[in-house]
């Protein structure tokens, strides 16, 4: 078995995730290589669910039984839980939604509506990358057609960084915000976060930034990072689907509109005109994710008994072994940074002329799962001129054996092509 400085016990890991010892096609023992789009969860978290809904399922805030107190101790608990998780100044500075994705539309939405000083409107200017994941794109998209606002947006260089050498044309006087992604989804690329917000406070921008890569996989720390606003997803972090954050500042939050209406967002209601809940609560109309903020919660327990800082150097070593062993493959491209600095556990790449479609199969035949795709990040194919790659992605549980076995894997997906 191979032994890299830094690894967690994986072995002891995998017994919290039941779905590891699954075996596939013909008998085949799973290897799970897709953490990026979504991980796999710990029956800590399972628990934590399935305790939610037998003994403590009522809809919270307004009830006076004790279920309602009982179900919403919890959620607010898990409001609690993100705060410190992320280190937040206050816990009414983080919001509830349903994934990172309406986080970011939130952002949009608010400052699409906003007064000034905030408004984005046809004399303001948006800025985000050519790497970002589509729901960093598409949402801004829809503000620059909705107000006549100019989008602008950073390039790639050819190694799959930032080119930020015209940072001072790109990020001007007009900037209204500058919204990046910290890690990349397809490019896996840590951004230098310090010099994009630096120049964005030099003339007055807002700064958002999607985490959803960043929160899973290190310390995120949202006042070292200094921006106005940071998104993250709970089912990429050990937690379950439909459930996202949305951390803002709290005066922006007091000044900027509600993106939803409905209950629980409002302080007053009349025929003729409403009055809004203070934050979190004025941006989270309706039932909220209740089941799934207890499930968040429990998953934040679960990685901090592990340790954020521990997990980063289980994965930066898993990260350096594979850009290692991968190299070792004929045609293969990395696509994207091709040495463990500065880059997350997502490794995208080519194999000769083999569509990336066709690896994915061949390799879930052997148990081995990746996506394939262009990841919802079509510009940065666009951007390198390939149709898609193939994806592999770690995570805590993830080991050195499983990187072996995509190598072996990927030389067998060459020998079925010829």
């Known amino acids: 078995m191979t032994q890299l400085p830094g690894l967690l016990d994986t072995e002891a890991i995998r017994k919290d995730f039941p779905v590891l010892d699954r075996v596939v096609h013909d008998g085949r023992k799973l290897v799970y ?11 800590q978290v399972l628990d934590a669910l399935s305790e939610y809904y037998e003994r403590y399922n009522a809809n919270v805030h307004r009830g006076v039984h004790v279920l309602a107190e009982e179900a919403t101790a919890l959620y607010e ?17 983080v919001i509830f939604t349903k994934n990172a994705s309406e986080s970011l539309n939130l952002v949009a939405n608010m400052l699409g509506w906003a007064d000034e ?44 960084r930032l080119d930020l050498s015209n940072i001072d044309e790109i990020i001007t006087e007009k900037t209204k915000i500058v919204s990046f992604v910290l890690v990349s989804n ?10 994009i917000i630096r120049r964005a406070q030099e003339v007055g921008a807002l700064v ?3 985490a959803s890569q960043a929160a899973p996989h290190m310390p995120l720390d949202v006042q070292a990072l200094q921006a106005d606003f940071v998104a993250f997803t709970g089912h990429k972090m050990c937690g379950p689907t439909g459930i996202g954050v949305l951390w803002g500042r709290q005066e922006l939050l007091e000044d900027l509109p509600p993106f939803l209406g409905g209950g629980e967002m409002i302080e007053t209601v009349s025929m003729h005109s409403s009055t809004y809940a203070p934050a979190p609560h004025k941006f989270e ?6 089941a799934q903020a207890v499930g968040l919660g429990a998953a934040i327990d679960y990685l901090n008994s592990i340790g954020m800082d521990k997990i980063l150097a289980h994965e930066h070593a898993l990260t350096e072994y594979a850009v290692r062993r991968l190299a070792e493959v004929p045609d293969l491209r990395i696509i994207g940074p091709t040495t463990a600095e500065d880059r997350g556990a997502a490794i995208s790449f080519t194999l000769g002329d083999i569509h990336p479609h066709d690896v994915g199969q061949v390799l879930d035949e052997q148990g081995i799962a990746v996506r394939v795709g262009h990841h919802c990040a079509r510009p ?9 790659t193939t994806r592999a992605s770690f995570y805590l549980y993830s080991s050195p054996a499983e990187i072996d076995a995509l190598v072996d894997g990927l030389e067998h997906v060459r020998n079925f092509f010829g």
């Open 77 to 93: 608990g898990a409001r609690d839980k993100v705060a410190e998780f992320i280190n937040a100044p206050s816990r009414d500075e």
């Open 33 to 43: 290589l897709d953490n990026a789009a979504t991980s796999q969860k710990p029956r």
């Open 117 to 160: 000083p905030y408004r984005v409107d046809q004399d303001t200017e948006i800025v985000i990358t050519e790497m970002e994941h589509h729901s960093n794109i598409v949402p801004w998209q829809l503000l620059a057609q909705r107000t006549g606002a100019k989008l602008k947006w950073f390039g790639l260089t050819d190694d799959g």
């Open 380 to 388: 940065v194919c666009l951007r390198y001129g390939i149709p898609a």
């Open 285 to 290: 109309a309706g039932t909220p994710p209740i």
């Open 186 to 195: 397809i490019l896996g690329t840590v951004n230098p976060v310090e010099t």
């Open 208 to 210: 958002c930034i999607d």
